[in-house]
């Protein structure tokens, strides 16, 4: 199942960097990069089927699968939005379904982290001084180029706002990379490093991507061949957040086997 | 309910915590009739596969402290 993610993800990855038409705006890589979305939900509700779809252990996945789907759901929008309807799709639903879709991966990994106490933690200062910098730099970007100049731009109102409302979510996906690598500290010693390692790092090429897009914006609608590239960045933070899935569910598989081979009822 | 029965399920919900629904009724099947230490073993066992032995030893201190406190109370 992995590896099988891995060789979808990096295919798909392939297909849109060498994609025969030349445009990303075509509709095959455009529908190729509709699988990427799609894997971190598949992954995230195989994981619930085993968690349970309630339960302490199964509110951050429910929340991360809720957001993925967003993401999935506001891609599928776009897609019939530009190819089926042939209408600008910024702004539209589609915008409404990606904004949404932040909230819900922020509060996956808030509600791991509240449940771990890791606000409590006493950190290294060689971390905090990463997590500050990191954290200031990635801000800062953000709210000059994803929200300053987006603030200013000559489009019209609702345009500027979902503009700068991406701007304010891109903050959130910094403080979920922050918490991520809280957690991946916290849980460096055990499996769930794997799990919150990979969520953590998927967002975090998600943030890059995102950055990437803010500094490169008019050469990637203008459809700069190498700048759309930036879109593989995307496709493999949905991967990497799949395989965190993944992982998330091969742990519990192995400690559900060893218990039903103990337990009363499978003898 | 029996002190040891009370440990089995302030241990079984732990392991939900980390496992899931399914996990911790597995648990709480087999361990229910157990002696409290092979259940604080068991927990720490489990629990340090999934978030490494400190953090598994800081959780299993705190169920001991919690039951025994609750035990105090009965």
Known sequence: MKVLLFLIGSLGAIAYLTSVVGSPDSAIPSFIYLLAPFLPVLTGIRCLQILGWRGEAARPIRSLVIGYFLFLLGEILWYIWEFGLDIDPFPSMADLAFLSAYPFLFWGFISQAREERVANKKLPIWLWGVLTTLGLVAIGLVVYFGIYLRSLSQETWLSTLVLVTYGIADILLTMICLIGIVMTVEYRKGLLVKVWGWLAAGVGLLLIADIAFLLTSKRYLAGEWWVRQIDVIWIFGYVLAANGLVEYRRMVEKITARLKAISPKSK | ?74
């Open chain 2, 1 to 74: 309910m029996p002190p040891s029965e009370k440990i089995a399920n302030a241990a079984a919900n732990e392991i939900k915590r980390y496992f899931g629904e399914y996990a911790g009724k597995l648990y709480l099947e087999h361990y229910l009739k157990q002696q409290p230490h092979l259940v604080f073993v068991s927990l720490e066992e489990l629990l340090t596969e999934a978030i490494g032995p400190e953090k598994a030893a800081s959780i299993v201190s705190e169920v001991k402290k919690q039951t025994n406190e609750q035990g105090k109370k009965v």
